[in-house]
């Protein structure tokens, strides 16, 4: 039931791009984010859904009157430049052959990311996109909160098999950044009930998070925190708020869990950590030598035994920077960084200049907590290798497009949005002649 649920969903959306290309962006985001053929048991597990979804999209694109140039910032334009350099990396790498398929998966990911970008525009479009991105995340995240409950803590949670975020610390940091993005979503919502569901998803997620036995998770909701914490305007209720609640979520765990958590800082004792340090040892001094990168797979033997201080433990870097920077070398560390650090100027452009204008008071909300989202992905990604996962992307997307709506004041051009379904093109009564 599963499979034709989830592959009829899937034809039905490829239908839907032909005519509408944008609804093709999120039927892609919703396949390559939370991958729901992976929770299915027959046909649908390894159907190339993901590729049918790319070629409608990218038929819809061609036929579309209704795209423009991808290049709408700073950010955009260093993600361009690291497409080329992650390229030449592969190229020039120590295994082109071997490192092809994660390159090809990668550029699918980013050439996705530039087709959003030139479908994109309106309002509409950005909190379609704001729904499907961190709603896919919000219902694992969700499902994993409610297993943690039931289950007292005592298993981990993972991500869905086969796919960027299937291991437990990279599924937690996922979810550590999905909860500013409710926040958005719910301060958008006008019922009562909806911001109390929303509250409850939010505390699920959190739990989930938690539920994982991730440090690296642990760190960036706790950075997140303080970092909301500090730019509230409440600073006193927030404050309680939080004194009261966290205690109760540390305290539901078991004594497993705060024995992994109280390992963060007794990193020499702990294999994990070790090997991380070994990896980013490997990295650091794999830059200097291979000056273009080595391609997509640092974590190699042989490397190791030349470059580490600890040859024997051959680790992922598990870490965002390091991962680039054994892959990609100095260059490709530089331009990941740049596009990040231009969403962090573009999303803080939003906070202060959309906040002085009624129409565009929704786009402050997601300036405001898509840096907070971006706080967890710097402090959490530190510690876990998620430098290629789409959401982080996803949340560019969103605050390029965002500002471009500000700056080019859309609002005065496009008809008042009102949530519901009988606003997607195609769906609403059209006027009569």
């Not at 994109?120 to 479009?125: E, I, M, R």
């Not at 940091?173 to 993005?181: E, F």
């Not at 970092?227 to 109760?248: A, D, E, I, Q, R």
């Not at 040859?311 to 990941?336: C, D, M, R, T, W």
């Amino acid at each position: 039931m599963r499979d034709i649920l989830v592959v009829g969903i899937v034809l039905l959306g490829a239908i839907a791009a032909l005519r509408h290309a944008w609804i093709g962006v999120m039927l892609w985001t919703w396949l390559s984010i939370m991958n729901p053929h992976r929770y299915s048991y027959g046909f649908a597990y390894d159907a190339p859904l993901a590729a049918i979804a790319f070629c409608a999209t990218a038929a819809g694109l061609l036929m579309s009157k209704d795209r423009g140039s991808p290049f709408k910032g700073g950010a955009v334009t260093c993600l361009v430049v690291f497409m080329v350099w992650m390229s030449l990396s592969t190229v020039f790498g120590i295994d082109p052959a071997g490192d092809y398929w994660q390159w090809n998966k990668v550029m699918k990911v980013d050439v996705m990311i530039l087709v959003a970008l030139m479908l994109l525009h309106s309002k509409k479009h950005i909190l379609a996109l704001a729904w499907v991105a961190t709603g896919s995340l919000a219902l694992l995240g969700a499902k994993g909160g409610l297993f943690t409950l039931m289950t007292g803590g005592n298993f981990r949670v993972w991500g869905p098999p086969g796919s960027f975020i299937e291991d437990n610390n990279e599924f937690a940091l996922s979810l550590v950044m999905t909860i500013p993005l409710l926040r958005f979503l719910q301060l958008q919502l006008t019922h009562k009930w909806g911001r109390l569901a929303m509250t409850g998803v939010i505390l699920l997620c959190a739990v989930g998070a938690l539920g994982s036995y991730s440090r690296g998770a642990l760190l960036a909701i706790s950075a997140m925190t303080i970092y909301l914490w500090w730019n509230g305007k409440n600073k006193l209720t927030l404050g309680l708020g939080l004194v009261v609640l966290v205690p109760l979520m540390l305290a539901f765990m078991p004594d497993a869990w705060m024995g992994r958590m109280n390992t963060i800082g007794e990193y020499q004792d702990d294999d994990s950590s070790m090997g991380r340090i070994s990896a980013w040892w490997n990295a650091w001094n794999l830059a200097f030598h291979y000056p273009f990168g080595v391609g997509f797979d640092a974590a190699r033997p042989e490397l190791f035994a030349r470059y580490s201080p600890y040859p024997e433990k051959v680790h992922a870097a598990h870490s965002i920077y390091f991962q680039v920077l054994g892959n990609h070398g100095f260059v490709g560390l530089f331009l990941f960084l740049s596009i990040w650090i231009a969403t962090w100027r573009s999303a803080g452009w939003l906070r202060k200049h959309a906040a002085r204008i009624p129409e565009a008071q929704w786009c402050a909300d997601l300036g405001s907590m898509f840096q907070v989202c971006l706080v967890g992905y710097a402090v959490g990604g530190a510690f876990l290798s998620l430098a290629y996962f789409d959401l982080p992307y996803n949340v560019m997307v969103l605050v390029v497009v965002t500002r471009v709506w500000v700056e080019k004041k859309y609002w005065t051009r496009e008809p008042a949005y009102v949530p519901g379904w009988r606003n997607i093109p195609g769906m609403a009564r059209q006027p009569s002649v």
